[in-house]
T-cell receptor, first 115, second 112 residues
Framework: DAGVTQSPTHLIKTRGQHVTLRCSPISGHKSVSWYQQVLGQGPQFIFQYYEKEERGRGNFPDRFSARQFPNYSSELNVNALLLGDSALYLC??????????????FGPGTRLTVT | GQQLNQSPQSMFIQEGEDVSMNCTSSSIFNTWLWYKQEPGEGPVLLIALYKAGELTSNGRLTAQFGITRKDSFLNISASIPSDVGIYFCAGPSGGGADGLTFGKGTHLIIQP
């Protein structure tokens, strides 16, 4: 079975631009979470979506938004990019349902560089 | 917000040695998760702990959920070169969502 897939693998953008990152969860998983990982740190929670609805949000500005589609894939959008947005963006999928952080499976990430 | 402190920050060991690392929290956790991340990849779940005092093994890896529910430990026995990577502890962020709070990681380096 395919794991969590993310696209693109790498991306270079300029300050002020907008970016869209994509994630496809493991087949049968209904929940997708997004994380930002800057160099030398652990992943930091941005959003969680379950059944197309936002279930949770971390401490990120409104420039960050996301959505989940009927096939449970997800997009993360970041507007007005700043240099500090340069990071590895990770998507994690889980079966979902009642709040339960167990068994989240991560994709390989999208490396975003803002210049 | 919740914070997880991992120690040590990095470890340089010889192949075959046992490894111990730990994670402490400023608040009580109901779940502890241990992940390993290798360069260019996302974190991979190693062990999940759901009950205070629980001791769980996955091959040469053993993790324990501390009795106080504010700490957890991960041990690796007889380390091999493929154990190299960054080990993260994580727990639920709370607030009704499934988001995880991660520590800053323990970087394991093995000298042959």
């Amino acid at each position: 079975d395919a794991g969590v897939t993310q696209s693109p693998t790498h991306l270079i953008k300029t300050r002020g631009q907008h970016v869209t990152l994509r994630c496809s969860p493991i087949s049968g998983h209904k929940s997708v979470s997004w994380y930002q990982q800057v160099l030398g740190q652990g992943p930091q929670f941005i959003f969680q979506y379950y059944e197309k609805e936002e279930r949770g949000r971390g401490n990120f500005p409104d420039r960050f938004s996301a959505r989940q589609f009927p096939n449970y894939s997800s997009e993360l959008n970041v507007n007005a990019l700043l240099l500090g947005d340069s990071a590895l963006y990770l998507c994690a999928s889980s079966v979902g349902g009642a709040p339960d952080p167990r068994e989240q499976y991560f994709g390989p990430g999208t490396r975003l560089t803002v210049t | 917000g919740q914070q997880l402190n991992q120690s040590p920050q990095s470890m340089f060991i010889q192949e075959g040695e046992d490894v111990s690392m730990n994670c402490t929290s400023s608040s009580i956790f109901n779940t502890w998760l241990w992940y390993k991340q290798e360069p260019g990849e996302g974190p991979v779940l190693l062990i999940a702990l759901y009950k205070a005092g629980e001791l769980t093994s996955n091959g040469r890896l053993t993790a324990q959920f501390g009795i106080t529910r504010k700490d957890s430990f991960l041990n690796i026995s007889a380390s091999i070169p493929s154990d190299v990577g960054i080990y993260f502890c994580a727990g639920p962020s709370g607030g009704g969502a499934d988001g995880l709070t991660f520590g800053k990681g323990t970087h394991l380096i093995i000298q042959p």
